[in-house]
Protein backbone atom coordinates (compact mmCIF):
# COMPACT_ATOMS: atom_id res chain seq x y z
CA UNK A 1 0.00 0.00 0.00
CA UNK A 2 1.43 3.05 -0.99
CA UNK A 3 2.63 5.62 1.75
CA UNK A 4 1.19 9.22 2.27
CA UNK A 5 3.83 11.67 3.86
CA UNK A 6 1.29 14.63 5.71
CA UNK A 7 2.65 18.24 5.53
CA UNK A 8 0.98 21.26 7.43
CA UNK A 9 3.00 24.81 6.84
CA UNK A 10 2.92 27.74 9.64
CA UNK A 11 3.76 31.27 7.79
CA UNK A 12 3.55 29.33 4.79
CA UNK A 13 4.26 31.98 2.34
CA UNK A 14 4.64 30.48 -1.15
CA UNK A 15 4.50 27.28 -0.14
CA UNK A 16 8.82 25.97 -0.70
CA UNK A 17 8.59 23.81 2.00
CA UNK A 18 5.39 21.67 0.27
CA UNK A 19 7.20 21.90 -3.15
CA UNK A 20 10.04 20.72 -1.83
CA UNK A 21 8.78 17.76 0.00
CA UNK A 22 7.00 17.07 -3.81
CA UNK A 23 10.40 16.73 -5.37
CA UNK A 24 11.94 14.79 -3.26
CA UNK A 25 9.24 12.55 -3.15
CA UNK A 26 8.13 12.65 -6.76
CA UNK A 27 10.03 9.33 -7.77
CA UNK A 28 9.72 7.15 -5.02
CA UNK A 29 6.42 5.24 -3.42
CA UNK A 30 5.27 7.38 -1.87
CA UNK A 31 2.52 10.35 -1.90
CA UNK A 32 3.00 14.10 -0.60
CA UNK A 33 -0.30 15.36 0.81
CA UNK A 34 -0.93 19.22 2.15
CA UNK A 35 -3.58 18.75 5.68
CA UNK A 36 -3.44 22.64 5.25
CA UNK A 37 -1.75 25.54 5.86
CA UNK A 38 -1.84 29.31 7.32
CA UNK A 39 -0.69 32.23 6.40
CA UNK A 40 -2.93 36.15 5.80
CA UNK A 41 -0.74 37.77 3.61
CA UNK A 42 -2.97 38.40 -0.22
CA UNK A 43 0.01 38.08 -2.28
CA UNK A 44 1.63 35.55 -0.99
CA UNK A 45 -1.42 32.96 -0.54
CA UNK A 46 -2.15 33.98 -4.31
CA UNK A 47 1.13 33.13 -5.14
CA UNK A 48 0.75 29.49 -3.12
CA UNK A 49 -2.75 28.81 -5.58
CA UNK A 50 -0.95 29.58 -8.13
CA UNK A 51 2.17 27.61 -8.05
CA UNK A 52 0.77 24.35 -6.37
CA UNK A 53 -2.68 24.14 -8.10
CA UNK A 54 -3.13 26.25 -11.06
CA UNK A 55 -3.93 29.43 -12.75
CA UNK A 56 -7.51 29.99 -11.79
CA UNK A 57 -10.83 32.10 -14.16
CA UNK A 58 -11.94 35.13 -12.57
CA UNK A 59 -15.30 34.53 -10.20
CA UNK A 60 -18.29 35.62 -12.61
CA UNK A 61 -21.13 34.21 -10.81
CA UNK A 62 -21.22 37.04 -7.52
CA UNK A 63 -21.67 40.20 -7.21
CA UNK A 64 -19.18 42.80 -5.94
CA UNK A 65 -21.33 43.02 -2.42
CA UNK A 66 -21.10 39.11 -2.17
CA UNK A 67 -17.45 38.35 -2.65
CA UNK A 68 -16.46 42.19 -0.56
CA UNK A 69 -19.10 40.33 2.55
CA UNK A 70 -17.44 36.41 2.06
CA UNK A 71 -13.44 38.01 1.91
CA UNK A 72 -14.11 40.49 5.21
CA UNK A 73 -15.14 37.23 7.39
CA UNK A 74 -11.55 35.97 7.45
CA UNK A 75 -8.09 37.82 8.23
CA UNK A 76 -6.06 38.71 4.86
CA UNK A 77 -3.48 41.14 4.82
CA UNK A 78 -2.34 42.97 1.80
CA UNK A 79 1.71 44.41 3.36
CA UNK A 80 2.17 41.35 5.12
CA UNK A 81 2.06 42.88 8.86
CA UNK A 82 -1.29 44.13 9.44
CA UNK A 83 -4.67 42.90 8.56
CA UNK A 84 -7.08 45.01 5.80
CA UNK A 85 -9.47 47.62 6.82
CA UNK A 86 -13.26 46.58 6.37
CA UNK A 87 -13.13 48.55 3.04
CA UNK A 88 -10.46 47.12 1.41
CA UNK A 89 -11.65 44.75 -0.51
CA UNK A 90 -14.81 46.77 -1.66
CA UNK A 91 -12.31 49.68 -2.88
CA UNK A 92 -10.69 47.12 -5.35
CA UNK A 93 -11.65 47.21 -8.97
CA UNK A 94 -14.24 45.13 -10.14
CA UNK A 95 -11.91 42.99 -12.26
CA UNK A 96 -9.18 42.79 -9.95
CA UNK A 97 -11.68 41.58 -7.33
CA UNK A 98 -13.11 38.90 -9.31
CA UNK A 99 -9.62 37.86 -10.38
CA UNK A 100 -8.31 37.50 -6.67
CA UNK A 101 -11.11 36.05 -5.16
CA UNK A 102 -11.02 32.36 -6.75
CA UNK A 103 -7.33 32.34 -5.09
CA UNK A 104 -8.63 33.91 -1.35
CA UNK A 105 -11.54 31.51 -1.08
CA UNK A 106 -10.79 28.47 -2.81
CA UNK A 107 -7.78 28.90 0.30
CA UNK A 108 -10.19 29.10 2.95
CA UNK A 109 -12.89 27.22 1.89
CA UNK A 110 -12.54 23.56 1.22
CA UNK A 111 -15.81 22.72 -0.97
CA UNK A 112 -15.26 25.98 -2.97
CA UNK A 113 -11.74 24.48 -3.56
CA UNK A 114 -13.51 21.56 -4.61
CA UNK A 115 -15.40 23.49 -7.17
CA UNK A 116 -12.47 25.24 -8.51
CA UNK A 117 -10.22 22.42 -8.77
CA UNK A 118 -12.30 19.50 -9.19
CA UNK A 119 -8.71 17.63 -11.00
CA UNK A 120 -6.94 18.24 -7.43
CA UNK A 121 -6.43 14.58 -6.17
CA UNK A 122 -6.48 15.70 -2.39
CA UNK A 123 -9.16 18.43 -1.90
CA UNK A 124 -9.23 18.22 2.29
CA UNK A 125 -7.24 21.32 3.09
CA UNK A 126 -7.96 23.11 6.20
CA UNK A 127 -6.09 26.38 5.78
CA UNK A 128 -6.31 29.43 7.74
CA UNK A 129 -5.56 33.28 7.57
CA UNK A 130 -5.53 34.18 11.50
CA UNK A 131 -2.94 31.85 13.84
CA UNK A 132 -4.04 33.77 16.86
CA UNK A 133 -7.74 31.99 16.25
CA UNK A 134 -6.20 28.77 14.83
CA UNK A 135 -7.94 26.04 17.05
CA UNK A 136 -7.54 22.06 16.21
CA UNK A 137 -4.85 20.79 14.44
CA UNK A 138 -5.65 17.98 11.92
CA UNK A 139 -4.91 14.69 12.73
CA UNK A 140 -1.79 12.52 11.57
CA UNK A 141 0.55 15.37 10.57
CA UNK A 142 4.00 13.74 9.48
CA UNK A 143 5.38 17.11 9.44
CA UNK A 144 4.94 20.62 10.20
CA UNK A 145 6.91 23.62 9.35
CA UNK A 146 6.75 27.15 11.02
CA UNK A 147 9.38 29.70 9.84
CA UNK A 148 7.94 32.36 12.06
CA UNK A 149 7.90 36.01 11.23
CA UNK A 150 11.93 37.24 11.49
CA UNK A 151 11.25 40.88 11.51
CA UNK A 152 12.16 41.05 15.56
CA UNK A 153 15.33 39.13 14.80
CA UNK A 154 17.35 39.95 11.53
CA UNK A 155 19.94 42.47 11.71
CA UNK A 156 17.87 44.67 9.38
CA UNK A 157 14.83 44.55 11.43
CA UNK A 158 13.87 46.19 14.71
CA UNK A 159 15.96 43.97 16.76
CA UNK A 160 12.92 43.33 19.60
CA UNK A 161 13.21 39.87 20.00
CA UNK A 162 11.04 37.12 20.86
CA UNK A 163 8.38 38.52 22.89
CA UNK A 164 5.09 37.66 23.13
CA UNK A 165 3.74 41.38 21.41
CA UNK A 166 6.44 41.47 18.49
CA UNK A 167 6.00 39.97 14.88
CA UNK A 168 8.65 36.90 16.08
CA UNK A 169 6.59 36.88 19.24
CA UNK A 170 4.05 34.90 16.94
CA UNK A 171 5.82 31.75 17.52
CA UNK A 172 4.35 31.38 21.01
CA UNK A 173 0.94 30.71 18.88
CA UNK A 174 2.67 27.64 17.69
CA UNK A 175 2.99 26.41 21.61
CA UNK A 176 -0.34 28.05 22.45
CA UNK A 177 -1.78 25.41 19.07
CA UNK A 178 0.62 22.30 20.28
CA UNK A 179 -0.23 22.46 23.75
CA UNK A 180 -4.27 22.54 22.89
CA UNK A 181 -3.33 19.61 20.34
CA UNK A 182 -1.05 17.08 22.77
CA UNK A 183 -3.87 13.73 21.18
CA UNK A 184 -2.43 15.04 17.56
CA UNK A 185 1.53 16.08 17.72
CA UNK A 186 2.98 16.00 14.16
CA UNK A 187 5.71 13.85 14.23
CA UNK A 188 8.41 16.45 13.29
CA UNK A 189 8.28 20.17 13.67
CA UNK A 190 10.56 21.57 11.04
CA UNK A 191 11.82 25.66 12.30
CA UNK A 192 13.51 27.85 9.49
CA UNK A 193 14.75 31.59 10.58
CA UNK A 194 17.12 33.90 10.13
CA UNK A 195 20.51 32.81 12.14
CA UNK A 196 19.98 36.04 14.58
CA UNK A 197 17.94 33.45 16.27
CA UNK A 198 20.41 31.86 18.03
CA UNK A 199 22.94 34.91 18.51
CA UNK A 200 23.89 35.81 21.96
CA UNK A 201 21.29 38.55 21.69
CA UNK A 202 18.46 35.91 21.52
CA UNK A 203 19.87 32.60 22.39
CA UNK A 204 18.27 32.52 26.10
CA UNK A 205 14.80 32.67 24.34
CA UNK A 206 15.62 30.30 21.88
CA UNK A 207 16.89 27.81 24.44
CA UNK A 208 13.25 28.58 26.28
CA UNK A 209 11.36 27.51 23.03
CA UNK A 210 13.63 24.19 23.28
CA UNK A 211 12.64 23.50 26.87
CA UNK A 212 9.02 23.95 25.56
CA UNK A 213 9.50 21.57 23.10
CA UNK A 214 11.40 18.68 25.62
CA UNK A 215 7.94 19.18 27.97
CA UNK A 216 5.93 18.28 25.08
CA UNK A 217 7.68 15.46 23.92
CA UNK A 218 10.36 16.76 21.30
CA UNK A 219 13.63 16.07 21.34
CA UNK A 220 15.41 18.97 19.47
CA UNK A 221 18.47 19.62 17.16
CA UNK A 222 19.43 22.82 15.33
CA UNK A 223 21.64 24.09 12.88
CA UNK A 224 22.99 26.61 10.66
CA UNK A 225 22.45 25.74 6.89
CA UNK A 226 24.09 27.81 3.78
CA UNK A 227 22.31 27.00 1.03
CA UNK A 228 25.34 27.76 -0.98
CA UNK A 229 26.30 24.05 0.29
CA UNK A 230 23.17 22.61 -1.19
CA UNK A 231 23.45 23.57 -4.41
CA UNK A 232 21.99 26.78 -4.55
CA UNK A 233 23.93 30.22 -6.08
CA UNK A 234 22.53 32.47 -3.03
CA UNK A 235 24.77 32.69 0.57
CA UNK A 236 22.14 32.34 2.20
CA UNK A 237 22.30 31.16 5.78
CA UNK A 238 19.66 30.22 8.22
CA UNK A 239 19.08 28.37 11.08
CA UNK A 240 16.78 25.16 11.03
CA UNK A 241 16.04 22.65 13.87
CA UNK A 242 14.42 19.58 13.62
CA UNK A 243 11.70 18.46 16.76
CA UNK A 244 10.92 14.70 16.56
CA UNK A 245 8.96 13.14 19.36
CA UNK A 246 10.83 10.87 21.63
CA UNK A 247 7.79 8.34 21.55
CA UNK A 248 9.05 7.24 18.15
CA UNK A 249 12.35 6.77 18.85
CA UNK A 250 14.29 7.39 16.27
CA UNK A 251 16.97 9.96 15.12
CA UNK A 252 17.39 12.36 11.81
CA UNK A 253 20.73 14.19 11.41
CA UNK A 254 21.25 17.26 9.52
CA UNK A 255 22.07 17.00 5.99
CA UNK A 256 25.82 16.91 5.27
CA UNK A 257 27.36 19.57 2.91
CA UNK A 258 29.17 19.73 -0.15
CA UNK A 259 28.16 16.04 -1.06
CA UNK A 260 26.48 14.98 -4.49
CA UNK A 261 24.62 18.30 -4.76
CA UNK A 262 23.85 19.97 -8.35
CA UNK A 263 25.70 23.06 -7.63
CA UNK A 264 24.16 26.41 -9.43
CA UNK A 265 25.87 29.78 -9.87
CA UNK A 266 24.77 33.05 -10.66
CA UNK A 267 25.75 32.96 -14.42
CA UNK A 268 22.57 29.94 -14.58
CA UNK A 269 20.38 32.57 -13.48
CA UNK A 270 21.12 36.05 -14.21
CA UNK A 271 22.12 36.57 -17.60
CA UNK A 272 20.86 38.67 -19.60
CA UNK A 273 22.11 42.13 -19.10
CA UNK A 274 18.82 43.55 -21.11
CA UNK A 275 16.39 43.36 -18.56
CA UNK A 276 13.61 46.24 -18.04
CA UNK A 277 15.52 47.54 -14.83
CA UNK A 278 18.72 49.29 -16.06
CA UNK A 279 20.23 51.59 -13.89
CA UNK A 280 21.97 53.52 -15.74
CA UNK A 281 22.05 56.76 -13.56
CA UNK A 282 24.38 54.60 -11.34
CA UNK A 283 27.32 54.22 -13.85
CA UNK A 284 27.91 58.14 -13.04
CA UNK A 285 29.30 56.90 -9.83
CA UNK A 286 33.13 55.39 -9.26
CA UNK A 287 33.44 52.31 -7.54
CA UNK A 288 35.99 50.20 -5.97
CA UNK A 289 37.69 47.19 -6.89
CA UNK A 290 35.64 44.34 -7.92
CA UNK A 291 36.77 41.48 -4.56
CA UNK A 292 35.45 37.64 -4.17
CA UNK A 293 34.60 37.29 -0.74
CA UNK A 294 35.21 33.90 0.88
CA UNK A 295 31.66 33.51 -0.23
CA UNK A 296 32.80 33.64 -3.37
CA UNK A 297 30.68 36.67 -3.78
CA UNK A 298 32.21 38.94 -6.29
CA UNK A 299 31.16 42.41 -5.61
CA UNK A 300 32.10 46.37 -5.36
CA UNK A 301 31.41 49.69 -3.68
CA UNK A 302 29.46 52.76 -4.95
CA UNK A 303 31.27 55.55 -3.71
CA UNK A 304 29.28 58.48 -2.31
CA UNK A 305 26.03 56.56 -3.39
CA UNK A 306 24.56 55.92 0.11
CA UNK A 307 25.34 55.79 3.44
CA UNK A 308 23.87 52.50 4.17
CA UNK A 309 27.02 50.15 3.13
CA UNK A 310 24.19 47.53 1.55
CA UNK A 311 22.53 49.51 -0.52
CA UNK A 312 26.16 50.76 -2.25
CA UNK A 313 26.92 47.01 -3.97
CA UNK A 314 27.11 45.67 -6.91
CA UNK A 315 27.60 42.26 -7.84
CA UNK A 316 29.31 41.01 -10.71
CA UNK A 317 26.60 37.90 -12.39
CA UNK A 318 28.95 35.01 -11.65
CA UNK A 319 29.92 32.30 -9.07
CA UNK A 320 27.83 32.93 -5.71
CA UNK A 321 25.63 35.68 -4.89
CA UNK A 322 24.24 37.55 -1.64
CA UNK A 323 21.72 37.26 0.82
CA UNK A 324 18.30 38.14 -1.10
CA UNK A 325 15.53 39.74 1.41
CA UNK A 326 11.74 40.48 1.52
CA UNK A 327 12.75 44.32 1.97
CA UNK A 328 15.76 46.50 2.06
CA UNK A 329 18.67 46.79 -0.48
CA UNK A 330 19.09 43.21 -0.27
CA UNK A 331 15.46 43.23 -2.09
CA UNK A 332 17.01 45.12 -4.47
CA UNK A 333 20.20 43.15 -5.55
CA UNK A 334 21.98 44.63 -8.15
CA UNK A 335 24.67 43.21 -10.45
CA UNK A 336 26.91 44.67 -13.09
CA UNK A 337 27.44 43.30 -16.67
CA UNK A 338 30.84 44.52 -17.13
CA UNK A 339 30.91 43.85 -21.00
CA UNK A 340 27.87 45.92 -21.52
CA UNK A 341 28.95 48.56 -18.90
CA UNK A 342 25.18 48.21 -17.12
CA UNK A 343 24.03 48.00 -13.78
CA UNK A 344 20.73 46.06 -13.48
CA UNK A 345 18.07 45.33 -10.55
CA UNK A 346 17.77 41.31 -9.84
CA UNK A 347 14.52 40.83 -11.32
CA UNK A 348 11.64 38.81 -10.68
CA UNK A 349 11.85 35.79 -12.41
CA UNK A 350 15.60 35.36 -11.71
CA UNK A 351 14.19 36.07 -7.55
CA UNK A 352 11.86 32.97 -8.03
CA UNK A 353 15.01 31.03 -9.68
CA UNK A 354 17.42 32.14 -7.16
CA UNK A 355 15.20 30.86 -4.38
CA UNK A 356 14.81 27.22 -6.16
CA UNK A 357 12.26 27.51 -7.27
CA UNK A 358 11.33 26.84 -11.40
CA UNK A 359 10.87 28.87 -14.26
CA UNK A 360 7.17 27.34 -14.52
CA UNK A 361 6.83 28.38 -11.10
CA UNK A 362 7.23 31.92 -11.56
CA UNK A 363 5.92 32.64 -14.97
CA UNK A 364 2.74 31.18 -13.91
CA UNK A 365 2.54 33.60 -11.61
CA UNK A 366 3.59 36.37 -13.80
CA UNK A 367 0.94 35.46 -16.65
CA UNK A 368 -1.70 36.58 -13.95
CA UNK A 369 -0.65 40.03 -13.88
CA UNK A 370 -2.33 39.69 -10.56
CA UNK A 371 0.99 40.55 -8.52
CA UNK A 372 3.80 43.76 -8.91
CA UNK A 373 7.18 42.45 -9.64
CA UNK A 374 8.22 44.15 -6.38
CA UNK A 375 5.59 42.07 -4.67
CA UNK A 376 6.87 39.07 -6.47
CA UNK A 377 10.20 39.52 -5.12
CA UNK A 378 9.03 40.49 -1.51
CA UNK A 379 7.91 36.90 -2.05
CA UNK A 380 10.66 34.93 -3.10
CA UNK A 381 12.67 37.14 -0.38
CA UNK A 382 10.18 35.87 2.59
CA UNK A 383 10.40 32.21 1.56
CA UNK A 384 13.17 29.24 2.12
CA UNK A 385 15.54 27.92 -0.22
CA UNK A 386 13.97 24.89 -2.20
CA UNK A 387 17.45 23.37 -2.23
CA UNK A 388 17.98 23.67 1.09
CA UNK A 389 14.66 21.89 2.33
CA UNK A 390 15.15 19.28 -0.47
CA UNK A 391 18.21 18.06 1.44
CA UNK A 392 16.84 17.98 4.85
CA UNK A 393 13.80 16.11 3.77
CA UNK A 394 16.18 13.86 1.55
CA UNK A 395 17.59 13.33 5.37
CA UNK A 396 14.23 12.39 7.09
CA UNK A 397 12.77 10.43 4.07
CA UNK A 398 13.72 7.61 5.92
CA UNK A 399 11.80 8.05 8.89
CA UNK A 400 8.74 7.20 6.68
CA UNK A 401 9.95 4.89 4.05
CA UNK A 402 12.58 2.68 3.98
CA UNK A 403 13.41 2.12 0.49
CA UNK A 404 16.36 4.47 -0.78
CA UNK A 405 15.55 7.84 -2.85
CA UNK A 406 17.72 7.83 -6.59
Known sequence: MKRTITLFEMFSGIGSS??????????????????????????????????????????????????????????????????????????LNINKLKAIFVYLYSYVNPTYFKFKYPNVKYPHLTNHTDITTFSKLPKDIDILTYSFPCQDLSQQGKQKGLGESTRSGLLYQIERILKSNQDRLPKILLLENVKGLVSKKFINDFNKWIETLDKLGYSSKYAILNATDYGSSQNRERVFMLSILKTENKDITFPPTKSSFKSTNLEDIINNPYANNNLEHLLKYKHTDFKTTSFNITKAKLINYSNFNSE?????????????TASGANSRLKFYFQQENIIRYINEIEAYLYMGFSENDVLKIKSTNLITPTKMIFCAGNSICIQVLEAIFKEIKNYFIKDELS
Request: glycine share 4%.
Open 18 to 91: YLALKNVYKYTTCDVLSLGSCDFYIDAIISYMIIHYGVLEPEENLSKQEMVDILNQYSFSANAKDVVKPNYFKR
Open 312 to 324: SYIYKPINKGATL
